[in-house]
């Protein structure tokens, strides 16, 4: 089983910082891609910001320079600091990996249980 356990969500105002963290457990062998995703409501589910097994970034055109993703291997834990936050950055936030179980299975998609951000004044 693999386990996806976000935290770090919550209520701020405009401007302030959060930072969001996904700690994986359970049967891993290696996650590639780990990432953040967001959904508010009447939304798609977005991706935030992704980055890969070598350090390589993606994020989204709204949040880039704002937002931050990071990984600590070692901890199989992922970060998101979001800084300047705005009112339409509200939304729950997921985080998603991928992840190989043995060396022969094949890497699959796991999320976390979300996180709600809400930027209000």
């Known amino acids: 089983q693999v386990q996806l356990v976000e935290s770090g969500g919550g209520l701020v105002q405009p401007g302030e910082s959060l930072r969001l963290s996904c700690a994986a457990s359970?049967?891993?062998?290696?996650?590639?891609?780990m990432g953040w995703y967001r959904q508010a409501p009447g939304n798609q589910r977005e991706l935030v910001a992704d980055i890969n097994s070598v350090g390589n970034t993606n994020y989204l055109d709204s949040v880039e320079g704002r937002f931050t993703i990071s990984r600590d291997n070692a901890k199989n834990t992922w970060y998101l600091q979001m800084n300047s936050l705005k009112p339409e950055d509200t939304a729950v936030y997921y985080c998603?990996?991928?992840?190989?179980?043995?060396?022969?299975?094949?890497?699959?998609?796991?999320w976390g249980q979300g996180t709600q951000v809400t930027v209000s004044s």
């Open positions: 998603n990996a991928r992840i190989k179980k043995t060396w022969t299975s094949r890497f699959d998609d796991y």
């Open positions: 359970g049967s891993i062998l290696v996650i590639s891609t």
